[in-house]
């Protein structure tokens, strides 16, 4: 089993309150350059005609990765929307690369309409994502061109408004699954996001951000210590997850139903009307 190790921290930011992008093509541990050639001249192979840009963000472009856990994060734009595109390689790619490096957990491929950045006048995660832990390392860099963001209410916001949503997708997806593997990676799925909304429960009080596990959960537990246990718990399982569909749901019926909860408490106060026009 692994280690809750104390690592990661919370974005820096500008002498205007902005988040500051702490990715650096320099920082890239050298093992991974090989990974993302090879997802380079995958995706190119099969859309060579559809990428815009590809993106590596989290972890391994800030050298924070961790052998056998960390993902290898990728954000690939498109030209198309990416329902318009054959994707139907992106699952067999995936796994092909998980099983030639073993130094990493998985790769994850996600596809996002060059739209989505032309036209964003909101907060949107893709472009969130790419302006304050992303780097390019394919086509033309949008990164540059994205707005800036703060950790304020409008950020929490984005990741609060999709949480039960989020949350319901995977209960769905444990319900009667009985691949151990499957079950293990929505466990550990579905446990980061508890982790990462508990962080962003309290940014109006903190005024700070993070997408790092273990920060995330000091932040919370800061201000709910009569949850730091569930919530230490809910981090266990993000980096030793449950391989039983039933151990899963039921954690998710305690101890994610509170959250939902709160995250329903917060969204009344500074979301009540629900009017929100933020893409995923």
């Known amino acids: 089993m692994t280690k809750i190790r104390e690592v990661g921290s919370l974005c820096a930011l500008d002498d205007k309150g902005y988040i500051v992008n702490q990715s650096d093509p320099e920082k890239i541990n050298n ?23 590809i993106y590596i963000r989290g972890s391994v472009p800030r050298g924070l990765d961790i052998e056998g856990i960390s993902d290898v994060d990728v954000i690939v734009v498109t030209y198309s929307n990416p329902q318009d595109i054959d994707l139907d390689w992106v699952e067999e790619t995936q796994q092909f690369i998980d099983r030639k490096f073993h130094f990493i957990k998985g790769v994850e491929l996600v596809f996002s309409p060059l739209s989505e950045f032309e036209e964003s006048k909101y907060c949107s995660m893709i472009p969130f994502l790419l302006k304050t832990y992303g780097i390019c390392v394919f086509g033309e860099n949008l990164i540059n061109k994205l707005p800036d963001y703060k950790p304020d209410i409008s950020l929490a916001n984005e990741h609060l408004i999709h949480l039960t949503s989020l949350m319901d997708t995977a209960k769905q997806g444990l319900s009667g699954n009985n691949d151990i593997e499957d079950i293990k990676e929505w466990c550990s799925w579905v446990m980061r996001i508890i982790v990462r909304a508990g962080g962003v429960l309290v940014i109006d009080k903190e005024q700070s951000y993070t997408r790092d596990l273990f920060p995330a959960f000091e932040l919370f537990s800061k201000h709910y210590p009569e949850k730091e246990q569930e919530m230490r718990v809910a981090l266990w399982y993000s980096i030793n997850p449950l391989s039983s569909s039933e151990e899963t749901l039921k954690f998710l019926s305690h101890f994610g139903k509170w959250i939902e909860a709160e995250t329903e408490k917060w969204l009344n106060v500074y979301n009540p009307t629900r009017e929100i026009h933020l893409p995923l």
């Open 31 to 53: 093992k991974f350059r090989e990974v993302i050639q090879l997802i380079n001249e995958s995706c190119l192979s099969a859309l060579s005609k559809e990428i815009h840009s």
